[in-house]
């Protein structure tokens, strides 16, 4: 059974950085995409960025919302992927799952929370 465990979540000031990490359990996973959604209240997931391999390397998805304001990171080799949130603003505030899609099944994260507020 995977596990995604994720860390980092918390109260930030607009303008203010965050550091979101996530682990998977098992090993076997580097081939397979991982990344984050967010879900802020009354509202449906959405993705904010994905990390997987390809032909030509390491492919990086981001939403356009996050673009040039979050990178996301991955080390294969202990199955983490790390999601550096900077210029934080208020519409940033939503519960960030961490994922991992293994052919047909996607495991998730509980969520941590990201508070963006002065």
């Known amino acids: 059974q995977v596990q995604l465990v994720e860390s980092g979540g918390g109260l930030v000031q607009p303008g203010g950085s965050l550091r979101l990490s996530c682990a998977a359990s098992?090993?076997?996973?580097?081939?397979?995409?991982m990344g984050w959604y967010l879900q802020a209240p009354g509202k449906q997931r959405e993705l904010v960025a994905r990390?997987?391999?390809?032909?030509?390397?390491?492919?990086?998805n981001y939403a356009d919302s996050v673009k040039g304001r979050f990178t996301i990171s991955r080390d294969f080799a202990k199955n983490t992927v790390d999601l550096q949130m900077n210029s934080l603003k208020p519409e940033d505030t939503a519960v960030y799952y961490c994922?991992?899609?293994?052919?047909?099944?996607?495991?998730w994260g509980q969520g941590t929370q990201v508070t963006v507020s002065s």
């Open positions: 994922f991992l899609d293994v052919l047909l099944r996607t495991y």
């Open positions: 990390i997987t391999t390809g032909i030509s390397g390491i492919i990086k």
């Open positions: 098992g090993s076997g996973f580097s081939n397979y995409p």
